[in-house]
């Protein structure tokens, strides 16, 4: 049940983040950070890890959700 509670908390900051940046930063202009050494751009990956196109969202969700679950067997 912990790996499902950590997993949840870990996509729900990812996609408040999202949301943030989505609503408070212009598409392609970047942001520093930390000078000229770390800089945050906005951009959008249409795909999954890498831009990788591969069966679609529903396919990457119910594998996602698989793999928790079978995380979690092995974790036991």
């Known amino acids: 049940m912990r790996v499902l509670f950590v997993s949840l908390v870990a996509v729900l900051i990812d996609q408040i983040t999202k949301l943030?940046?989505?609503f408070n930063f212009e598409y392609g202009k970047s942001h520093d950070i930390l000078g000229d050494v770390v800089r945050l751009t906005y951009i959008e990956?249409?795909?999954m890890a890498f831009g990788i196109?591969?069966?679609?969202?529903i396919f990457f969700t119910l594998f996602a959700g698989l793999a928790t679950v079978?995380?979690?067997?092995?974790?036991v």
């Open 20 to 22: 943030l940046v989505k």
């Open 70 to 75: 079978i995380d979690r067997k092995s974790v």
């Open 53 to 57: 196109q591969f069966g679609g969202q």
């Open 45 to 47: 990956n249409p795909g």
